[in-house]
């Protein structure tokens, strides 16, 4: 087994997954519940899916995938906001509107066709040994690690960033001091979904290249789980993410290497490394999330 | 509910069908007709207790959205059941009915653990065993349990006097009975027993439950088995009443619709039992709408999430439609 080979896969595996941690983490700091991103990620593969098969261009498959990320944060700033609806109720639906919408989407727009097109890697065999297959990458990879620090900086280190956690932790005492709770958490419901749909885009046009049903096969769940391992916070969630990618590309390698033993316990290390990662959470709480996660805001309270 | 036949409709017309045909045949292929009708109550049994799972577990606060991986867990150890003693009839029958619910349960109760005693989150972790069940009856029926000869992973069939009787005169199987009164059953304890009130309570407030006594570790668990128990017998009536056989995609999301199912009814139980037989109208009605006029089948589940949607919206019209009255 080829090391380099194995960790340049695992950066693969984990960009499906930083795309999605960090849109719920972004959304989630603002005090917005984003159970639904499984539904999100996966609604926005297929409507890149659709939009890539017809167009046969990658970028306007990425386009459509962040415009259906936002309409879906859009919908759930209505529900969060304006109707004041349980956000894990809301979450369900999404939930169980992904599996079902996406195949409709498919079938309805693209109906002949199951493969393509994908991003290009980048050509790095002019480059030494080890860097000329890490560096074979995407650019949505390369995007990835440099949003983590973007998100960093804009979540930790500005004002704006204050603002919106001020707003998932006591939303009263950041509208006293004149910020507008109802349009922090929109935009951060519109922007954490939309980095999430660029997760499920990556899936279809940067993994798969092809159309196979639930292709986001519980990413979205794996995602809430590395937000919670990470502490809400971007590098810490990039670490999680990244040794995850590292497990995940190596069951991956070890089903064809090693034939004889099944495949499915293989497949499985994925899911259980979740729920690890929620026990070792669970357990040493540092940080447990914005105080107001899942309440709305009521202004009229006082 | 109406929203969502109209939004369903609009999808049917985007795609150039007919909306009034495609729902036309959708309620006479899930309504009429000797096999539609059976269908469609067969499966009703199957989603009320998928959506009585759901009931038990969000009356408590407790998000179990595992259904779908409980219900093969119990399918999977209903069939070796019957596989190991295929001889005494009805004894066999409720043999593997009361063990497909009990594992059906402990793999729920799992979950429940681990939300009561390392604070996992309940949502996420009941999907990942979700995952994890359905690859475990891919690897069953694909190796210690394979059928000899097939190509698709795949359980050989139960015997022949093993699969579920039907009443005289159609294709209704007794589960129907067993469902509804399961229904009642559910009523009773979560309104009428202390355990009952005591979840509810957990529902309501869990830390005022907590500091008045509940001792909500157990209860929290003991919801949990209880919810993977009702989604594990109906992966018994699956495979007793229609598939025969365990692989993986003997439930059409049933366990999923089941969250559906008990949303529609406000956690009712009594009134889950109506609206599984609303969605199992919706289900079998689609395969008929998709080969009577070929709209996809999927159409009918995109309705189903849209009524949860919906259901969110209520208050909010209730509030629209009071103010102009």
């Not at chain 1, 097109?117 to 002019?126: E, G, H, K, S, V």
């Not at chain 1, 074979?136 to 204050?162: D, P, R």
């Not at chain 2, 359905?134 to 139960?158: M, R, Y």
């Not at chain 2, 208050?315 to 439609?321: S, W």
Request: glycine share 12%.
């Amino acid at each position: 087994m080829n090391l380099i080979l194995l960790v340049s896969a695992s950066l693969v595996s984990a960009t499906t997954l930083i795309y999605p941690a960090l849109g719920e983490t972004f959304t989630e700091l603002s005090g917005v519940y984003n159970i639904g991103l499984e539904g999100i990620m996966l609604i926005s593969a297929s409507t890149s899916f659709v939009a890539t098969a017809y167009s046969g261009s990658v970028i306007a498959g990425l386009v459509i995938g962040i415009v259906t990320g936002m309409l879906a944060g859009f919908i759930q700033g209505i529900f969060a906001v304006n109707f004041r609806a349980d956000q894990i109720v809301f979450g369900l639906g999404i939930i169980l509107l992904g599996p079902f919408l996406s195949p409709v989407l498919k079938d309805t727009f693209a109906l002949t066709t199951n493969q393509v097109p994908t991003f290009p890697l980048l050509d790095a065999t002019n480059l030494p040994y080890p860097l000329s297959v890490l560096l074979n990458q995407n650019a949505l990879t390369f995007a990835s690690i440099g949003l983590v620090f973007l998100l960093w900086y804009a979540l930790f280190k500005t004002k704006f960033g204050l603002a919106i956690r001020a707003v998932g932790e006591d939303p009263r005492v950041a509208a006293s001091v004149g910020i507008n709770v109802g349009r922090a958490r929109y935009l951060c419901s519109i922007l954490g979904s939309a980095i999430a749909a660029v997760g499920g885009v990556f899936v279809v046009l940067g993994l798969t290249g092809s159309w196979a049903g639930d292709v986001t096969a519980g990413r979205g769940f794996i995602a809430i789980a590395m937000v919670r391992v990470g502490l809400y916070r971007p590098v810490p969630i990039l670490i999680a993410c990244l040794l995850f990618g590292f497990v995940d590309a190596a069951q991956l390698t070890l089903q064809v290497s090693a034939s004889g033993f099944p495949h499915q316990f293989l497949q499985m290390a994925p899911y259980l490394m979740g729920i690890v990662a929620l026990i070792i959470s669970g357990r040493f709480k540092v940080f447990g999330g914005p105080a107001s996660l899942g309440r709305p805001y009521e202004k009229e309270q006082r | 509910m109406l929203g969502a036949f109209g939004i369903g409709s609009l999808i049917i017309a985007s795609i150039g069908k007919n909306p009034s045909l495609a729902l036309f045949a959708m309620f006479s292929g899930a309504l009429g007709g000797y096999y539609g009708l059976g269908s469609t109550l067969n499966l009703g049994a199957v989603l009320m207790l998928t959506g009585l799972a759901a009931v038990v577990s969000f009356s408590a606060g407790i998000w179990n959205i595992g259904m779908e991986g409980q219900l093969y867990v119990g399918s999977l150890s209903s069939v070796i059941v019957a596989f190991g003693l295929p001889g005494i009839g009805v004894i066999t029958l409720f043999l593997a009915f009361a063990i497909g619910a009990i594992t059906g349960g402990l793999y729920s109760a799992l979950a429940g653990v681990l939300k009561a005693k390392f604070k996992v989150n309940e949502i996420v972790s009941t999907i990942m065993l979700n995952y994890v069940a359905l690859l475990l009856i891919d690897w069953v029926a694909g190796g210690p349990l394979h059928k000899a000869g097939s190509a698709l992973n795949e359980t050989p069939p139960i015997a022949d006097q093993l699969k579920l009787p039907t009443f005289p005169g159609s294709t209704v199987q007794p589960t129907i009975i067993i469902a509804i009164v399961l229904g009642l059953a559910i009523a009773f304890l979560l309104k009428r027993t202390k355990v009952g009130f005591e979840l509810r309570m957990m529902g309501g407030n869990y830390r005022a439950a907590e500091y008045t006594g509940v001792r909500t570790a157990r209860q929290v668990i003991l919801a949990m088995f209880l919810s993977g128990g009702l989604a594990g017998l109906a992966g018994c009536f699956l495979v007793f009443g229609s598939s025969y056989s365990v692989f993986d995609g003997i439930s059409r999301s049933y366990g999923y619709l089941g969250i559906g199912v008990a949303l529609l009814a406000s956690l009712n139980p009594v009134v889950s039992v109506l609206s599984a037989l609303l969605f199992a109208i919706l289900d079998v009605g689609g395969i008929t709408m998709q080969a009577v006029t070929g709209v996809p089948s999927e159409i009918a589940e995109v309705m189903s999430a849209i009524i949860v949607i919906v259901i969110l919206v209520r208050p909010l019209l209730v509030k629209v439609i009071s103010r102009w009255l």
